[in-house]
């Protein structure tokens, strides 16, 4: 039996193949060539495929545009709700996107929808990761994982996997940050997820990297580059090469490490990631200050400290808002 369109777009979207599952929910959405039944995931897919692509604006406006008989459905407005909190956890409106989450999690919960809470703690969990709440964001995944392990779903407990490797990876406890890494990896390898495998091999190059198997980290984070550059996950992509300027900068070829540096930080500022742009500007200080250039350590520290106020103002808020 053939696939239908939203079974291709699928497809498509766990190989990374973003471009082809946008352009099949698309065409599928503006035309009778899918069923009416599919029309929600098609047009959540579309999307996923947008944030993943680093559009947050396009996948914004596609949301405030969603059909009134999709806003008047509980299912399809706690749905418009998720996305939109998660939207804004990417952003580093971090207070704004916990209230969404949490209140779509609570409604989740009191209607028994358990397939949508499963996919709002997870998305709340890493807002919480990104809030710097790191307690709360593993908990949230531990519980998320016991109930996909439950109830079998693969896809689930590879995401909960690799939420509490990261929470672990933050405290620097890379050895069991890459237990549950190689986890999800296993997973996502066995359901044929090339994407989130791609993702979970950047994760472990981190780790590697952390405990000064450099070779190993570089040979990872290259799979991953390459998977990342092909599917246009701008976010995924620009942490990988900043990772691989990380290697470059470890090994003392400055210039290298410059040059992968100020790739990542153009994608971070480009796709409005905060962030990401923070750690990038002052990696190039850094960089700069050991190559004896001090005007330009000098700026990009500036910079750094004035993009790190911001996110560390936004995580205030959030913290005040979880009291």
Known sequence: MAESILESAQTAFRHGDFDHAKSLCQSALSSSD?????????????????????????????????????????????LLQ????????????????????????????????????GDIRLRKAMVLFFA?????????????????????DEYRQLLANAGIGKNNMIRGKF???????????????????????????SELGWCFYNLDENDNAMDLFRQAESAFANSGAKHNYGICLANIGNVYYKQGDYASAVNYYERALAIAREIGDKISTEKWLKNLSIAFSRMGDADAASKYDLEAMQAKLQVESERLRAKEMQK
């Open 82 to 117: 998720m996305h939109r909190g998660y939207l804004l956890g990417t952003q580093s409106r971090f207070a704004e996107a916990l209230k969404l989450l949490t209140d779509a999690e609570l409604a989740s919960q009191n209607g028994n929808l358990d397939s949508l809470l």
């Open 175 to 201: 050895r069991v940050a890459i237990g549950w890494f190689q986890q999800a990896l296993s997973i996502a390898q066995a359901t044929d997820e090339s994407f989130l495998a791609a993702t979970m091999k």
């Open 132 to 152: 710097s709440d790191y307690n709360a964001s593993e908990k949230l995944y531990r519980s998320t994982l016991e109930h996909a392990v439950q109830a079998k």
């Open 34 to 78: 899918a069923p009416q039944s599919d029309y929600s995931e098609l047009f959540f897919l579309t999307v996923e495929c947008l944030r993943i692509q680093g559009d947050s604006h396009g996948a914004s406006r596609l949301l405030d545009e969603a059909p009134d008989l999709m806003k008047e459905s509980q299912q399809g407005s706690l």
